[in-house]
């Protein structure tokens, strides 16, 4: 009954705040199974035996509290960690890493490589800015060195004209 081509829509998987929220509910249904209303009875056996009609409604109010105090703790959790908004942005991140060919990165398992990954790139950057810094440096440094050197000639010239000036006054 679907369309005949074969390219019916895959239903979509249901949002981890629904996961999330089916979890808390099979571990309250199972917690509700593991504190049967047999167990309880059989730990106020007395009492049980005194007023069973009152036994049934104390266990009653018990469980029906207990969910309830389970239930508020709970969104108490995921409203102060935000986490429908995490769940579905994580959702969010996990469907749009379905349509990326390669494969994200992992960490290798050895830290000092994950980080050598990490760190070696911006380090050869680093180091060729330095290098470029370094020979304009140098260059500079070359220019005024020949402004020194073209200095300390115009300096001597100067003195031996000096010099010569003098012995001819002389």
């Known amino acids: 009954a679907g369309s005949g081509d074969g390219a019916s829509p895959v239903p979509a998987a249901p949002g981890r705040a629904q996961v999330f929220a089916t979890v808390v509910d099979t571990f309250l249904e199972k917690l509700v199974a593991a504190g049967s209303y047999q167990r309880f009875a059989n730990c106020y056996r007395c009492f049980y035996k005194l007023r069973p009609e009152m036994t049934r409604s104390i266990y ?8 309830a105090s389970i239930k508020e703790e709970i969104q108490e959790v995921k409203d102060e960690g935000n986490l429908e908004e995490l769940f579905n942005s994580l959702d969010k991140i996990v ?6 060919e ?6 290798s398992g050895i830290p000092e490589e994950d980080a050598r990954s990490a760190v070696v790139p ?5 180091r060729s800015y330095v290098r470029k810094v370094l020979k304009e440096k140098e260059e500079e440094n070359r220019k005024v060195a020949e402004s020194v050197l ?17 012995r001819a006054w002389q």
Do not use: M, T, V
């Open 60 to 67: 009653d109010q018990f469980i029906s509290q207990l969910q």
């Open 95 to 100: 469907e749009e890493a379905r349509n990326q």
């Open 102 to 107: 390669e494969p994200a990165w992992r960490p």
């Open 122 to 126: 911006y380090l050869l950057k680093h």
């Open 150 to 166: 073209a200095g300390r000639d115009r300096i001597a010239e100067l003195q031996q004209l000096i010099q010569a000036r003098k």
